[in-house]
């Protein structure tokens, strides 16, 4: 919404991380809009206007700050907007920016009719969704032309734009200059050419360390690597109807509060999608000073439960999550590492890479199906016992047919519920698949070995009564309660 000030001014005025992508600041005596913690010199209070969204600021004729960077400002907490239409709807537009779909196919997807899509979303965001899109490849298009030497043909296409002079013509048009003189303009580094690394921003403080120890943990070998404080892994999208597939790297620049994300240019057409799964994966949307102040309640019970600063996992890739989650019923992490190992290597799709380690994609959906009328003997051999393995099996069909909505949820627990309909899932697998797959920042797998250890002093009934305390966050209270059994283990 737009606003004057009603406290806004002051927040701006504090440069405080809490804030960040919260809202926005049009200055109507520069004509740019900004992050609240820029540190250009402050704008009296009389010329700034404050927005929810960029893409309000630049329907309102604000062009994107050089400095503060608008497009590095972290995402909002899907919390309070979990079951909004809106929200699905922006996330969506935001990973499809480039894909050319239409919102009327994003309507048919979230089932509702276009026409009430727009009025939702004008009611929340104050623009169209059309502007809303325009916003996204505009801003996916800054990144491209500042962080990278593609072309800006390349730029181009990879942000949506479909041709060279409808990019040149918009561009212009919102930001008063050419693709080509934006790039002359802006602060640029020494880039090489290949290179293909973009910044996502998020609020500090971020338990780094901590996020890479649990990934490491959970790392399928062949698909994922972590060394030298850098996750690397493969990926695979479809475009265009057809498979692309390549790496991508991911590093914390903590003093920017980014991390640098590198992909392999082959994937360059789908990199909206790929930027849109690391936000999950990794959680950047997260406000930890909220979170804490929710769960430091936890600290009563144990002053080493929960810590500022940690992250809710996500997932890159909701199948190869799920599946690794089924493996992962009843035996070790590192066993469950092992036989996800043995399916990536027997039907993983082979890649060639130059980082060590990473040799397949993880299999798709439609491969499982294709071994149905022997999966059991097929994945038998794998030392994947039989309910595993019909389970797996049932959640590619899922997959497949949309029969479960693994990636926009509006109720998580109606999904829960679905996924509990499955052989061989219960409640623990559900609530750890609502968890990671789904972002569901209040999912709690209760029965969870970990998370009982952890709470050892109380009974089962006593620790749900104890977690009412931690909605709507006690995902991130069983992450916290995680990394505190790791935090115990012996050094190796």
Same mark, same amino acid.
């Given at each position: 919404m737009t606003q004057k000030n009603n406290g806004f001014y002051e927040a701006f005025k504090s440069k405080d991380p809490r804030f960040d992508g919260r809202f926005f600041v049009g200055v109507s005596s520069?004509?740019?809009?900004?992050?609240?913690?820029?540190?250009?010199?402050?704008?009296?209070?009389?010329?700034?206007?404050?927005?929810?969204?960029? +893409? @309000? +600021?630049? +329907?309102?004729?604000?062009?994107?700050? !050089?400095?503060?960077?608008?497009?590095?400002?972290?995402?909002?907490?899907?919390?309070?907007a979990i079951q909004s239409l809106s929200y699905r709807a922006s996330k969506m537009l935001e990973e499809t920016c480039s894909s050319g779909q239409s919102v009327e196919e994003i309507a048919q997807y979230l089932d509702c009719s276009d026409r009430h899509l727009r009025r939702v979303f004008a009611s929340q965001y104050h623009v169209s969704p059309i502007q809303y899109l =325009?916003?996204?490849?505009?801003?996916?298009?800054?990144?491209? !032309?500042?962080?990278?030497?593609?072309?800006?043909?390349?730029?181009?296409?990879?942000?949506?734009?479909?041709?060279?002079?409808?990019?040149?013509?918009?561009?212009?048009?919102?930001?008063?200059?050419?693709?080509?003189?934006?790039?002359?303009?802006?602060?640029?580094?020494?880039?090489?050419?290949?290179?293909?690394?973009?910044? !996502?921003?998020?609020?500090?403080?971020?338990?780094?360390?901590?996020?890479?120890t649990f990934l490491s943990a959970r790392a399928i070998p062949g698909v994922e690597v972590i060394k030298n404080q850098t996750y690397y892994r493969t990926a695979s999208f479809i475009s265009d109807n057809k498979r692309i597939k390549g790496t991508i790297a991911v590093s914390n620049d903590s003093k920017r509060n980014v991390l640098k994300v590198t992909v392999d240019v082959s994937l360059l057409p789908v990199l909206p999608q790929v930027l849109s799964r690391v936000r999950h994966l990794f959680d950047l949307s997260c406000e930890p000073q909220i979170?804490?102040?929710?769960?430091?309640?936890?600290?009563?019970?144990?002053?080493?439960?929960?810590?500022?600063?940690?992250?809710?996992?996500?997932?890159?890739?909701?199948?190869?999550?799920?599946?690794? +989650?089924?493996?992962? =019923?009843?035996?070790?992490?590192?066993?469950?590492?092992?036989?996800?190992?043995?399916?990536?290597?027997?039907?993983?799709?082979?890649?060639?890479?130059?980082?060590?380690?990473?040799?397949?994609?993880?299999?798709?959906?439609?491969?499982?199906?294709?071994? @149905?009328?022997?999966? @059991?003997?097929?994945?038998?051999?794998?030392?994947?016992?039989?309910?595993?393995?019909?389970?797996i099996l049932a959640l590619a069909h899922a997959f497949e047919d949309r029969s479960i909505d693994f990636y926009h949820p509006a109720s998580p627990q109606e999904e829960i519920e679905k996924l509990i309909e499955l052989p061989g899932i219960g409640m623990w697998s559900a609530q750890y698949i609502a968890m990671r797959a789904m972002g569901w920042t209040d999912a709690f797998p209760h029965t969870d070995l970990g998370v009982m250890k952890a709470l050892d002093t109380l009974k089962s009934k006593e620790i749900l009564e104890a977690a009412e305390m931690w909605r709507p966050w006690r995902g991130y209270a069983t992450i916290n309660l995680w990394n505190y059994e790791t935090r115990k283990e012996p050094k190796k």
């Amino acid at each position: 919404m737009t606003q004057k000030n009603n406290g806004f001014y002051e927040a701006f005025k504090s440069k405080d991380p809490r804030f960040d992508g919260r809202f926005f600041v049009g200055v109507s005596s520069t004509g740019i809009y900004c992050r609240p913690v820029c540190k250009a010199k402050l704008p009296k209070e009389e010329n700034c206007t404050f927005y929810d969204t960029s +893409a @309000e +600021a630049e +329907a309102n004729g604000y062009r994107p700050c !050089l400095i503060c960077r608008p497009e590095l400002a972290p995402g909002t907490s899907t919390t309070d907007a979990i079951q909004s239409l809106s929200y699905r709807a922006s996330k969506m537009l935001e990973e499809t920016c480039s894909s050319g779909q239409s919102v009327e196919e994003i309507a048919q997807y979230l089932d509702c009719s276009d026409r009430h899509l727009r009025r939702v979303f004008a009611s929340q965001y104050h623009v169209s969704p059309i502007q809303y899109l =325009q916003t996204c490849r505009l801003l996916l298009a800054k990144t491209l !032309l500042t962080d990278t030497k593609l072309s800006i043909l390349d730029v181009a296409m990879a942000s949506g734009f479909g041709s060279l002079r409808r990019f040149n013509d918009v561009f212009k048009e919102h930001y008063k200059l050419t693709p080509t003189g934006f790039r002359k303009n802006a602060k640029t580094k020494e880039l090489q050419p290949e290179d293909i690394t973009v910044a !996502l921003g998020y609020r500090p403080p971020y338990n780094w360390d901590e996020m890479l120890t649990f990934l490491s943990a959970r790392a399928i070998p062949g698909v994922e690597v972590i060394k030298n404080q850098t996750y690397y892994r493969t990926a695979s999208f479809i475009s265009d109807n057809k498979r692309i597939k390549g790496t991508i790297a991911v590093s914390n620049d903590s003093k920017r509060n980014v991390l640098k994300v590198t992909v392999d240019v082959s994937l360059l057409p789908v990199l909206p999608q790929v930027l849109s799964r690391v936000r999950h994966l990794f959680d950047l949307s997260c406000e930890p000073q909220i979170i804490h102040e929710k769960l430091s309640v936890m600290n009563k019970l144990n002053p080493d439960y929960c810590h500022l600063g940690t992250r809710l996992p996500g997932s890159f890739e909701p199948f190869e999550m799920c599946v690794r +989650a089924i493996l992962g =019923q009843q035996i070790t992490v590192k066993a469950a590492r092992t036989l996800a190992g043995r399916m990536v290597d027997t039907f993983g799709t082979p890649i060639e890479t130059n980082i060590d380690g990473l040799t397949h994609i993880f299999p798709t959906p439609d491969k499982i199906i294709s071994l @149905e009328d022997n999966i @059991e003997e097929h994945l038998g051999l794998l030392g994947i016992i039989k309910t595993r393995s019909n389970t797996i099996l049932a959640l590619a069909h899922a997959f497949e047919d949309r029969s479960i909505d693994f990636y926009h949820p509006a109720s998580p627990q109606e999904e829960i519920e679905k996924l509990i309909e499955l052989p061989g899932i219960g409640m623990w697998s559900a609530q750890y698949i609502a968890m990671r797959a789904m972002g569901w920042t209040d999912a709690f797998p209760h029965t969870d070995l970990g998370v009982m250890k952890a709470l050892d002093t109380l009974k089962s009934k006593e620790i749900l009564e104890a977690a009412e305390m931690w909605r709507p966050w006690r995902g991130y209270a069983t992450i916290n309660l995680w990394n505190y059994e790791t935090r115990k283990e012996p050094k190796k």
